[in-house]
């Protein structure tokens, strides 16, 4: 089975663009989570998905926002991206979703703001 | 909100020594997972405790749940320069959202 495929691998913007993230999960997984690991941070959760709809969510400014297609591929959006958004973004996808169940991680989004 | 914490932020050990790392929460938690994080690689899943009291032991990795389901460990007996990495526990309760604790940046010395 593929793993959990995140594109594009690195991505270089200046403060006040926008910039979407792709995640496709392992197949069979509906959930996709997405999380923001910075150095100092750590992993911070962003959200969780789950047959299209919004499960959970991390205390993120509304500039942060995703969505799930039909066959569970996830996109993440930041708009009016801010230094401080310079991090990893993973998604990780798990079958049923929920935080009793394995995360199965992409390689991850290196995001730079410039 | 939940906190994880987890401690030591760094370790360095030589080869063939033991290592722990600790985690802890501020709430009971439903469960706590490990995962390990190579430089430059992705998190990858360890093992996930669910009992209060739980041990687990995967060769040289011993992982405990506390009896208040409030803290667990991660031992390594005899580390090896593959052990190398990031370790990280996650802890789930009624939020249902896991939290990271800051992770466990493990350098193994030959």
């Known amino acids: 089975k593929a793993g959990v495929t995140q594109t594009p691998r690195y991505l270089i913007k200046t403060r006040g663009q926008q910039v979407t993230l792709s995640c496709s999960p392992i197949?069979?997984?509906?959930?996709v989570s997405w999380y923001q690991q910075t150095p100092g941070q750590g992993l911070q959760f962003l959200f969780e998905?789950?047959?299209?709809?919004?499960?959970n969510k991390g205390n993120f400014p509304g500039r942060f926002s995703g969505r799930q297609f039909s066959n569970s591929r996830s996109e993440m959006n930041v708009s009016t991206l801010e230094l401080g958004d310079s991090a990893l973004y993973l998604c990780?996808?798990?079958?049923?979703?929920?935080?009793?169940?394995?995360?199965?991680f992409g390689d991850g989004t290196r995001l730079s703001i410039l | 909100g939940q906190q994880v914490m987890q401690i030591p932020q760094y370790q360095h050990v030589q080869e063939g020594e033991d290592f722990t790392t600790y985690c802890n929460s501020s709430?009971?938690?439903?469960?706590i997972q490990w995962y390990k994080q190579r430089p430059g690689g992705h998190p990858v899943f360890l093992i996930q405790?669910?009992?209060?009291?739980e041990v687990k032991k995967q060769k040289r990795l011993t992982f405990q749940f506390g009896e208040a389901k409030k803290n667990s460990s991660l031992h390594i007996t005899a580390t090896q320069t593959t052990d190398v990495g990031t370790y990280f526990c996650?802890?789930?309760?009624?939020?249902?959202?896991?939290?990271f604790g800051s992770g466990t940046q493990l350098t193994v010395l030959p």
């Open positions: 998905y789950f047959s299209e709809t919004q499960r």
């Open positions: 405790l669910v009992k209060s009291g």
């Open positions: 990780a996808s798990t079958e049923a979703g929920g935080a009793g169940q394995p995360q199965h």
């Open positions: 709430t009971t938690l439903s469960n």
């Open positions: 996650a802890g789930s309760g009624s939020a249902r959202q896991l939290t």
């Open positions: 197949s069979g997984h509906r959930s």
